[in-house]
């Protein structure tokens, strides 16, 4: 109890720990720092560096050395390989982009050869179309007039039978094939 009435509170063995931690590490830490900052720590700093490097130096050719005795590969054949693929991966998107342009090129020339060749068999087929139109045309006017002829012929039979002179309905038929004929021509 004298400890308590003495600093007000009980003796806490955290608190007196954590004081001693605490300049511990301080002290401890300007040392540290001290000694860090030397040009002899440095220097061997260096050399533990690089001896560390010979001896990984060492340690892969030795590893490099077995790996070809077993007939396995090491990173610098897969290095080597990879770089390869690449090179080929390119060279052969190269030519795909080639031959799709010289595919492209060709099937143009062919499509054009080949609309040509419609073109021109068109046309043929209107020039053959309206040959027909013509033929048929003159037809139709000759057997307009045969039919006129005729009916006038009959007509004269029964000109009574049309009011105010007026034209049978086969003479207007045939006037009209005619008028056709002659604007088509």
């Given amino acids: 109890m004298s400890d308590e009435t003495k600093s007000g509170s009980p003796m806490d063995p955290f608190n007196f720990w954590k004081k001693m931690m605490d300049a511990s590490e301080e002290m401890s830490s300007n040392a540290m720092n001290q000694f860090v900052n030397t040009e002899k720590f440095a220097a061997s700093m260096g050399k533990n560096m690089e001896s560390a490097m010979t001896m990984q130096k060492v340690l892969q050719d030795n590893m490099e ?35 799709e342009s010289n595919s492209t090129s060709a099937e143009i020339r062919k499509i054009s050869g080949h609309v ?70």
Avoid: C, W
């Fill in 65 to 99: 050395k077995y790996l070809h005795l077993q007939g396995l590969p090491t990173l610098h054949d897969f290095t080597r390989l990879s770089s390869q693929i690449v090179d080929i991966d390119a060279r052969l998107d190269d030519l795909q982009e080639k031959i």
């Fill in 116 to 185: 040509g060749n419609l073109e021109v068999r068109l046309s043929k087929i209107e020039n053959t179309l309206e040959q027909i139109m013509k033929a048929l045309n003159l037809q139709a006017a000759a057997t307009d007039d045969k039919a006129v002829a005729e009916t006038q012929s009959a007509a004269e039979g029964d000109a009574g039978y049309y009011p105010l002179g007026e034209a049978s309905p086969v003479s207007k038929k045939s006037a009209k094939r005619k008028a056709t004929a002659e604007t088509a021509e």
